[in-house]
């Protein structure tokens, strides 16, 4: 495999050249032997900044790839004494040790192992789960790995059933019954949270999203990992199902799956979706520390996007309900307002960072129907 040098943050790394691996002038990183992906460097941007905030001792970078993750946590989160790496493939292995070497890192393990049997041979104070697709099948393990008040991190880019486009692989995979509703891109996340929760629970433990959103293609969640059953159970308790009616939009929160009708229309046209995270999806005391302290990271390719993101998560925390105005619209027979008048229609909205044409909002249903309905008339 030959070799080509780049720089991603404060790291230099070696990664397999694409020239040598591009078909019919076309480039996947997944046809090389090593993945390394250039469209999550936002994601590792932001992760980089986040473990700063969560200033682990020892970490485990447990799908490492050309270990360019566990690389720029030590360069640039400047908190760990010990990064532990892993890939099942062997190609992988040669190619993070010579990273490592680039990049002179110091105490430094790496194995060549399924990352669920060395998620159960080891304890950190941070795991990362960033794997192709579902995180679903390293979940117990690295939740099993984290120390005492540890921290654990996952992407998903499985969105088809996360957003319930693939109804039957979240099942398999999230154990929720999904559908694809106008919500659904928050949906997803909450399906995520939720999954993550009931692996924990079983383990008599508890996991509290730090912060998490959305981005490009995948979901990123930080947790905060408690040791407890009683804990467990009250996170539990905070899973329930959510119903969006199909003719008036309308949709409501429910501790049962057993909703027959929707409770503002009375159709019985409804979608129930569950069981789903219905908590808060960020912390918002962690996220407003790493925002008024976020200037540190300015020299970062994904700074101006980070500094957005981190603005918009704290606004959107305020409110609950998410209302999608083209499918509103759709449903009312009206033009589609815009974002932004909506929002000053209401006097108390948030862009939401799901989606440019959705808005966050704890008005009642009536004011926001008045709303679309007054910025169509006078159009
Ligand atoms: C999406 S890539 C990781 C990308 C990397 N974290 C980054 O930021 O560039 C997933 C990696 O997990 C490895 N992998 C997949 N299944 C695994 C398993 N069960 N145990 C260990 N490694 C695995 C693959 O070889 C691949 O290198």
């Known amino acids: ?171 398999r995979k999230y154990f929720t019954f999904n559908y694809k509703l106008s919500l659904s891109k928050e949906i997803g996340l909450r399906v995520l949270i939720s999954k993550v929760i009931q692996e924990s629970a079983i383990m008599e433990k508890s996991v509290y999203p730090l912060i998490s959103y959305y981005s490009d293609y995948y979901y990123r969640v930080f947790f905060r990992v408690i040791n407890g059953a009683k804990k467990a159970d009250e996170v539990l308790e905070k899973l329930g199902f959510i119903y969006e009616c199909q003719d008036c939009g309308y949709h409501e929160i429910s501790h049962t799956q057993c909703i027959d009708k929707c409770s503002y229309c009375g159709s019985k046209n409804i979608k129930t979706v569950g069981p789903l995270w219905l908590g808060n999806l960020i912390d918002k005391d962690f996220v407003n520390g790493l925002s008024q302290n976020l200037e540190k990271f300015s020299y970062l390719k994904y700074y101006d996007k980070i500094r957005s993101i981190v603005d918009l998560l704290l606004n959107e925390s305020n409110y609950v309900g998410y209302y999608n105005l083209d499918f509103l619209a759709s449903k009312h027979k009206t033009n589609v307002p815009a974002v932004s008048k909506m929002i000053e229609c209401l006097g108390d909205a948030s862009r939401t960072h799901f989606d440019t044409k959705s808005i966050k909002t704890n008005k009642k249903f009536e004011d926001i129907l008045l709303c679309i309905k007054n910025l169509s008339y006078y159009r």
């Open 1 to 171: 495999m030959r070799l080509k040098e780049i720089d991603e943050g404060k790291a230099k790394l070696l990664i397999p050249d694409p020239e040598e691996f591009r078909k019919e002038g076309k480039f996947d990183p997944s046809w090389a032997p090593v993945f390394y992906n250039p469209r999550m460097i936002f994601n590792r941007d932001f992760s980089v900044v986040i473990v700063h905030f969560l200033s682990p001792k020892t970490i485990v970078d447990a799908l490492s790839a050309t270990g360019i993750r566990g690389i720029r946590y030590y360069l640039e989160s400047y908190t760990a004494d010990e990064i532990i790496f892993n890939d099942r493939n062997k190609d992988s292995v040669e190619l993070i040790q010579k990273n490592i070497e680039l990049n002179k890192v110091p105490n430094t393990k790496v194995f060549n192992k399924d990352a669920n049997s060395l998620l159960y041979e080891i304890k950190s104070d941070f795991v990362d789960i960033d794997p192709f697709g579902s995180p679903s099948p390293f979940i117990l393990s690295s939740i099993n790995a984290v120390k005492r008040g540890g921290f654990v991190a996952y992407t998903a880019t499985d969105l088809a059933p996360l957003e319930g486009r693939a109804r039957r692989s979240c099942l």
